[in-house]
Each structure stands twice: as structure tokens, then as C-alpha cells.
């Protein structure tokens, strides 16, 4: 049997891959150890019938796909279900990686400091002040990037300036914003050239499939290193990421994690070999399900 690898198909045509992943898909096709099946994410994010083509066996399916809230994953894993389909991971595995507050207890010595806020309108200035030289804003999942808001806001601030910040930051996020507010503290990161050095890492059953550039850094940038990678191989989900970047100070710190099947490939990443990789720790951990 076969392991389906799930992408989004074109919106308008069902049977066609969604643009975004042609690449990937084109080189799947190449491994038989992969079924390939469609799904209309717009339709199915909008409450619509979960429609796959052409169709999907019985057994492991793993989603590549856009990024999802729990309660759409949820929903997403539990249609499946009811065809006898079982995604790669658990809606509280996705959650455990989606969710930064939820992995920040495990990896809270590897990453720079966080507040988390469930409740956006209740970030108090008074503790960012105490607890922060330097912050950034995010939600539980993403920051904004490519918009006039500031990377980093320098502590004290005052109530009416950090609401105005928020207010300004959930408009921008808009249909994505995601859990509540997270304040993370901002460090300095290496750069070469006009690139700061960060990898993504995508682990699959405790193992790394890949380690790949992840800012379009140079070729020469320090690499990270292996052992760094590993001591987050096993983090109570089948398949997820890990961002690392280097310290301007030295050293490497996590960034942000992510459930594998949300998370997109590196700039320029092999992907071929990430989907061979994928396959072949698939056949050595998980030869007697099939």
C-alpha cells in the first residue's frame, strides 16, 4: 500500500494542482512509493463537502498543504476519518507545533523569551516593560511580514501606544490571526550579506529529513549543526519544523516551529531529495504497515 501525499487543487479545476505546489507535485510523481490525490482547500476552509480526486485510498495520508487553524485541521482529519484515511498526525499533535505557546514549555531554553496572550485586548505595557529590552509581535502562529509595521519595538512603551501596535497587527493579519498575541523577545541574528542565517529543519517519526537554507543566506554562511538538530527530533509529533537561525553573539537559537504538513520548503531546496528522504524513513520506520 501506498502512502497519499494530499495537496490543494486549483480552484477551478479539481482534477489540476493548485499552482503553489506544481513543483512539488511534479516530483512526488516520480517516487512510486507515493498515491497523489487533490482537494479543494478554498472550498473546504469556506464549510464546503471535502471533495478529493480522483479519489484516495485506505491508510496514511500525509497533507501538503496551506496553512490551516486547528478546528479546519480538525475538521480536515476527522473527514478523512470517516473515509478510513489517517493523517500523519493527530489534530493535538498539529496543534502542539502549529501553536507556539503549546511547544514553548519544551523548548523554552532554546528560544528566545515569549508572553503569550489569549486574550489581545488584555497585553498589559507594564509587564512587555518589565520583561523586555526589545519585542516583537506575532500571533500564536505568524508575525507580518512585507508591511509598514515595525520587526522590533523597543521597551518602555506605553498602554495606548502597545494597543495601537495590536490593533494595528490583527488588522494586517486580518483572516489568519490565529490563537492571541504573542510577545517575543527580539534578538540580533547573524548576517551575511543582507541575509540573516536560518534553516528549516522537517522531521519525520524522530528522524531529520532535511536541513536547508532558509533565508536565501550564502552558500558560505555557518551551517547548522547536525547535533543542534537532532536534540529536537522528538517532540511528541510524526512530522513537523523547527526554524533555527544563528545569534549575532554566537550560537543558534529556535525561531518558530510548525506542523510538517503546513509548513512550506526552503528557497531553493531539493525537492526531490526532501521527497526521497520522506520515503525512505517512511520504509525503514513503517514497513509492517503496509
Request: hydrophobic letters at 35%.
Given at each position: ?38 482537494y ?45 484515511v ?22 523554552m ?9 489569549p ?104 551551517y547548522?549543526p ?38 512550506g520548503?526552503?528557497?531553493?531546496q531539493?525537492?526531490?531529495k ?13 514497513s509492517?504497515?503496509?
Amino acid at each position: 500500500m501506498r502512502v497519499t501525499i494530499l495537496f490543494p487543487s486549483d480552484y477551478f479545476d479539481p482534477t489540476r494542482v493548485d499552482e503553489q505546489f506544481q513543483a512539488e507535485y511534479a516530483e512526488v510523481i516520480k517516487l512510486p512509493a507515493f498515491e497523489v490525490a487533490f482537494y479543494n482547500h478554498d472550498a473546504f476552509i469556506e464549510g464546503k463537502k471535502l471533495q478529493i480526486y480522483p479519489g484516495i485510498n485506505n491508510g496514511l495520508c500525509i497533507a501538503r498543504t496551506w496553512m490551516l487553524k486547528p478546528y479546519e485541521y480538525l475538521r480536515l482529519h476527522n473527514n478523512l476519518g470517516q473515509m478510513d484515511v489517517r493523517l500523519i498526525n493527530t489534530p493535538d499533535e498539529y496543534s502542539l507545533m502549529h501553536l507556539f505557546p503549546n511547544i514553548y514549555p519544551s523548548i523554552m531554553n532554546a528560544t528566545p523569551r515569549a508572553m503569550f496572550f489569549p486574550d489581545s485586548e488584555n497585553v498589559i505595557a507594564e509587564s512587555i516593560n518589565r520583561t523586555f529590552k526589545r519585542f516583537m509581535i506575532k500571533d500564536f502562529v505568524k508575525s507580518v511580514k512585507g508591511y509598514d509595521f515595525p520587526a522590533c519595538i523597543g521597551t518602555p512603551v506605553s498602554q495606548n501606544e502597545l494597543d495601537c501596535y495590536i490593533k494595528k497587527f490583527i488588522e494586517l493579519r486580518g483572516g489568519l490571526f490565529t490563537g492571541g498575541i504573542a510577545i517575543k523577545e527580539y534578538v540580533d541574528l547573524k548576517q551575511y550579506g543582507d541575509c540573516p542565517n536560518e534553516y528549516r529543519v522537517f522531521y519525520f517519526d524522530g528522524h531529520i529529513i532535511t536541513i536547508s537554507r532558509n533565508s536565501n543566506q550564502q552558500v558560505d554562511a555557518l551551517y547548522l549543526p547536525v547535533d543542534i538538530a537532532e536534540t529536537y527530533a522528538h517532540l511528541g509529533s510524526h512530522y513537523y519544523t523547527i526554524d533555527f537561525g544563528e545569534l549575532a553573539c554566537g550560537g543558534f537559537t529556535i525561531l518558530e516551529t510548525g506542523d510538517g504538513q503546513v509548513s512550506g520548503l526552503s528557497p531553493n531546496q531539493d525537492i526531490f531529495k526532501y521527497y526521497d528522504g520522506l520515503r525512505h524513513i517512511i520504509e525503514q520506520e513503517r514497513s509492517d504497515e503496509y
